[in-house]
Nanobody, 115 residues
Framework: QVQLVESGGGLVQPGGSLRLSCAGSGRFFSFNAMGWYRQAPGKQRELVAG???????NYADSVKGRFTISGDIAKATVYLQMNSLQPADTAVYYCKGVRGRYEYWGQGIQVTVSS
């Protein structure tokens, strides 16, 4: 019924940049909040950046000053601009949308930062 699809991942050298995109498809609806999460091998999934409709944007301390989230919750679109990438940023990145009590997740996209 509802899908979130990520794109824009890949392999990049340390210090490089990538922009991730997430687009909703299926039945039209509006989210209350959207964000990006990531999960590295052997680690728990963590919040990278997110925002609430009419509220504040928040970032993980590890990405502040390097990553920027943007988008339009009403259109179910969200982006993550990632600059000054480091090997520690290597992970599968997931797009998330929230509507009321329900959560929707994308399939995840690989970001690898390596020389």
């Amino acid at each position: 019924q509802v899908q979130l699809v990520e794109s824009g991942g890949g392999l990049v050298q340390p210090g490089g940049s990538l922009r991730l995109s997430c687009a909703g498809s299926g039945r039209f609806f509006s989210f209350n909040a959207m964000g990006w999460y990531r999960q590295a091998p052997g680690k728990q999934r963590e919040l990278v950046a997110g925002f609430v409709s009419g509220g504040n944007i928040n970032y993980a301390d590890s990405v502040k000053g390097r990553f920027t989230i943007s988008g339009d919750i009403a259109k179910a679109t969200v982006y993550l601009q990632m600059n000054s990438l480091q090997p520690a940023d290597t992970a599968v990145y997931y797009c998330k949308g929230v509507r009321g009590r329900y959560e929707y997740w994308g399939q995840g996209i690989q970001v690898t930062v390596s020389s």
